[in-house]
C-alpha cells in the first residue's frame, strides 16, 4: 500500500482569495513547493482534495477548474513534483444550482474524497497525513481514518473539536514525514 500527504487547495497549496479560479489570482503559498518535493521524496503520492463550490454557485465553471488545475499541476512538474491526483467536489447543500445542489459525501468535512483517493490509489490512511487549514478538512480526514492531521493556522476561526496537530508554517509540516 501507499502512503499520502492529502492537501486540500485553496489555503494550503495557494493563498485564498476567495472562488480562485483563475491563473492570474492564484498565488503559491510560501514553502508549498519544498514541502511537497520533500514529501515525494519519502514517498508520500501528493493528493489534492478540494470544495469547489464557487462551481455550484456559478461563479466559475469546471472546465475553468480543470483548466486551472492542469496549469497549477504544470507548475509542480516544473519543480520536478508530480501531483499524482486531484479530487474536487462542486456540490453545496444550501447555495448552489442544480445539478450541484446537494448534500453529498465527497463535500468536506465528509469523508468521501479521501475514501475515494485510497481506494484508487491503494492509500494506507494509517500512514498518511492530511494538510488542511479549516475544521471541515479535519473533521474530513477524522472521519476517514488519517492518522495524521495538520492543520495551518491562518484567516480561519476554528472551533470545531478535532484532533490535530496545529503548525504556523508549511516548514513545519516537514517534519512529521516518516521515511
Known sequence: MSKALFLDRDGIINIDHGYVSKIESFDFNPGI??????????????IVITNQSGIGRGKYTEQDFQVLTEWMKGKFSEQQITINDVFYCPHHPTNAKPPYLQDCQCRKPGPG?????????????????????????MEAAQ???????????????????????????????VKFLQD
Request: proline share 1%.
Open 113 to 137: 474524497m479521501i475514501v475515494d483517493a485510497a481506494k484508487r490509489h491503494n492509500i494506507d490512511l494509517s500512514q498518511s497525513i492530511f494538510l488542511g487549514d479549516k475544521s471541515s478538512d
Open 33 to 46: 513547493f519544498e514541502l511537497c518535493y520533500a514529501a515525494q521524496q519519502k514517498g508520500y503520492l501528493l
Open 143 to 173: 472521519a476517514a481514518n488519517v492518522s495524521t492531521r495538520i492543520l495551518l493556522s491562518g484567516q480561519y476561526p476554528i472551533d470545531a473539536d478535532f484532533n490535530a496537530v496545529r503548525v504556523e508554517s508549511l516548514a513545519q509540516v
